[in-house]
């Protein structure tokens, strides 16, 4: 068994998804294929959800680009309009319609997931259905009934136990074909969708592999493989040719958007290698993550993480920031579901590096307020170097106001204005 996994842009039009079907025509082995949502549709049904929420007409003009958008698509792939896979779409979209006819529940994280889902549902529809038009055999597997989750909505933690039976029991009745899967979504035991984090079909996929006992996973992407930086800022940017677990951890951890922070610990738990690879180039050597016991000297390896808030906290009392203060402040974090990129410390304050992005971000500033004195600055980046030496430091800070700068034996981080 080998688990693929095929991000957004590598399924973004009809030519990317013949692609994807000539790198599987490749291949021989029992396969399952996970799939992310075509294109920016993630993104664009977030879109959808917001001007739901909004109570915007606009809701239904945004549903019929993105209609559009998968229509042109499936056209394209199956030019004679009798095709099943025209029947699913249209279902499908139905069920969105009839949802945004309605007013939306209290519940914005339950609501998310139960919307925001479709983008991959409709996306391996289209992907299993043109994969049989070109005789390559496969199965179309629904993630809500097979990846078992509980009901933490857009963070749901997997249940393992429960999840693997479902998985090999589909493996088996699929035969020799491919098993065809989606990223990103799973289920809870009463049949409500959940999603796995934001870019979560990484994960998904590493959870495939682990339950499946796979010899390896391949995560298909518009670069080349791992580079030590976003190659959209920096065309000089190097392929790194392998990395430790522990590395890749690390990385994703700081923000690096090659591998989702979460795939590491399945695969490595199975000491199962994941190979990073061009599906522009699928006969790239791309990076390999896998065990590494020999010394080995990785390059300065930069991530930038960009529109970011820092934000500082002060007790009005002017008491000291201890347990109990904390305990509060986290607390508020995970009520609104927003990740902390940076923290520092002091006697009476503390600071939080953060991303401005999401509808509670402004929530969370005004509920922080009833608490402490709140002051905070926006548009910044944080710039994270792993493997840092002078030079590197010099090079990106040069000309820029350093607000925070953080140092440990193999990572400075600068947030900057």
């Given at each position: 068994?080998?688990?693929?996994?095929?991000?957004?842009?590598?399924?973004?039009?009809?030519?990317?998804?013949?692609n994807l079907a000539g790198i599987l025509s490749g291949y021989h082995e029992k396969m399952i294929v996970v799939v992310s949502a075509f294109g920016k549709m993630t993104n664009a049904f977030e879109g959808l959800l917001a001007s739901w929420y909004e109570g915007s007409p606009d809701r239904f003009t945004l549903l019929g680009s993105i209609k559009e958008y998968h229509y042109n698509i499936i056209r394209e792939l199956f030019p004679v309009g009798n095709h099943p896979?025209?029947?699913?779409?249209?279902?499908?979209?139905?069920?969105?319609?009839?949802?945004?006819?309605?007013?939306?529940?209290?519940?914005?994280?339950?609501?998310?997931?139960?919307?925001?889902?479709?983008?991959?549902?409709?996306?391996?529809?289209?992907?299993?259905?043109?994969?049989?038009?070109?005789?390559?055999?496969?199965?179309?597997?629904?993630?809500?009934?097979?990846?078992?989750?509980?009901?933490?909505?857009?963070?749901?933690?997997?249940?393992?136990?429960?999840?693997?039976?479902?998985?090999?029991?589909?493996?088996?009745?699929?035969?020799?074909?491919?098993?065809?899967?989606?990223?990103?979504?799973?289920?809870?035991?009463?049949?409500?969708?959940?999603?796995?984090?934001?870019?979560?079909?990484?994960?998904?996929?590493?959870?495939?592999?682990?339950?499946?006992?796979?010899?390896?996973?391949?995560?298909?992407?518009?670069?080349?493989?791992?580079?030590?930086?976003?190659?959209?800022?920096?065309?000089?940017?190097?392929?790194?040719?392998?990395?430790?677990?522990?590395?890749?951890?690390?990385?994703?951890?700081?923000?690096?958007?090659?591998?989702?922070?979460?795939?590491?610990?399945?695969?490595?738990?199975?000491?199962?290698?994941?190979?990073?690879?061009?599906?522009?180039?699928?006969q790239g050597s791309g990076t390999v993550i896998h065990s590494v016991d020999k010394p080995y000297v990785l390059k300065p390896i930069l991530i930038i993480k960009k529109d970011q808030i820092l934000l500082s906290l002060t007790p009005r009392d002017f008491s000291f920031v201890v347990e109990d203060c904390l305990s509060r402040i986290f607390a508020r974090f995970f009520k609104y579901r927003i990740k902390v990129n940076l923290i520092q410390h002091s006697a009476i304050s503390f600071t939080l590096c953060l991303d401005n992005r999401g509808p509670f971000v402004q929530d969370l500033l005004e509920e922080m307020k009833s608490d402490f004195r709140v002051l905070y600055n926006e548009g910044l980046e944080l710039i994270t170097i792993r493997h840092y030496n002078s030079v590197v430091i010099k090079k990106h800070t040069a000309g820029r106001q350093v607000l925070v700068e953080q140092r440990s034996r193999n990572t400075v981080m600068f947030v900057v204005r």
């Open positions: 068994m080998i688990v693929f996994k095929f991000g957004g842009a590598s399924v973004s039009s009809a030519s990317s998804i013949r896979v025209y029947d699913h779409f249209q279902f499908l979209t139905g069920l969105i319609q009839q949802k945004l006819k309605a007013a939306p529940s209290d519940n914005y994280d339950f609501e998310y997931d139960q919307l925001v889902s479709f983008g991959e549902v409709i996306s391996t529809r289209i992907v299993s259905s043109f994969l049989e038009a070109v005789n390559i055999s496969n199965r179309w597997a629904d993630a809500r009934h097979w990846l078992v989750t509980d009901d933490t909505f857009r963070e749901a933690s997997v249940d393992f136990n429960q999840s693997g039976p479902r998985l090999k029991e589909l493996i088996s009745s699929a035969g020799p074909g491919l098993l065809v899967t989606q990223g990103f979504i799973g289920g809870t035991v009463d049949g409500h969708t959940t999603t796995l984090g934001r870019e979560g079909s990484d994960y998904t996929a590493a959870i495939a592999a682990n339950l499946s006992d796979a010899r390896s996973l391949v995560v298909w992407k518009d670069v080349p493989g791992i580079l030590t930086a976003d190659p959209l800022y920096f065309p000089d940017a190097e392929k790194v040719d392998e990395l430790s677990y522990q590395e890749a951890i690390e990385l994703s951890f700081y923000g690096a958007k090659v591998i989702h922070p979460k795939t590491i610990k399945p695969i490595q738990n199975k000491n199962i290698p994941l190979f990073v690879k061009s599906f522009i180039d699928p």
